[in-house]
């Protein structure tokens, strides 16, 4: 059985971090996923995260900076435009960074662009799809729709076993794109997560406290 925690958006919380450290030293899960915007230009914080943390799956968000993606390189943690091999014959795919927004953050791209880097990926029914942006359509109302018709177009094209994802803090839930669950984590400082556990090739998502 494989067992993933999933979070998103921590945005400098400390009492995220507070939960980290007794969760590491608990391990109840194999993996560690963390779908972007851990902070922004705060390189303490992002020290500090990087410290508690042994290891995690990481794509950056919208709002992390240069400096600090480069930090989550070096710790080898990203999984950005990356394939890593996990367990049971499953792997881990990420695509960080979202569409423009109105705020003019580092890490914004445009969906023909994310089309393009995406489809060069390695893709197929054994992956764990993690993005920072959510699929248009799915999670993504804020009055209106700010999800990537790419990423929606990629999880369509290729159905990976799961797709987690973060960004749209109004939001939290599962939902199906064909044979692909989605799965929109809760922004951390509600101090919930979502948990996927793998067993025999079937996949379950619970939303849980930390």
């Known amino acids: 059985m494989i067992r993933i925690l999933a979070l998103a958006d921590l945005h400098n919380d400390e009492a995220v971090l507070d939960r ?36 995690a799956f990481w794509v950056p968000g919208n709002n992390e900076n240069e400096e600090v993606r480069g930090m989550f390189e070096e710790a080898k943690f990203s999984v950005h435009r990356k394939r890593v091999e996990i ?16 705020f003019k953050t580092p890490g914004e791209i445009a969906d ?11 893709i197929d029914a054994n992956t764990i799809l993690i993005t920072h942006s959510p699929p248009y359509g799915l999670f993504d109302d804020v009055g209106v729709n700010i999800g990537s018709k790419s990423i929606r177009k990629i999880i369509e094209e290729k159905q990976p076993k799961l797709a987690l994802f973060g960004h749209v803090h109004e939001h939290s839930g599962k939902a199906n794109i064909g044979r692909t669950i989605c799965v929109k984590i809760p922004p951390a400082p509600s101090l919930k997560a979502a948990a996927v556990e793998i067993r025999h090739g079937h996949a379950e998502v619970f939303f849980v406290e930390i």
């Open 87 to 102: 367990k049971e014959g499953f792997n881990v795919v990420g695509f960080g960074f979202s569409t423009p927004t109105p």
């Open 20 to 55: 980290l450290r007794v969760l590491e030293l608990d391990r109840r899960y194999d993996y560690l996923i963390v779908a972007g915007d851990v902070t922004g230009k705060n390189i303490s914080y992002a020290q500090d995260f990087i410290s508690i943390v042994q290891q």
């Open 112 to 122: 023909e662009e994310i089309y393009a880097q995406m489809s060069a990926l390695p």
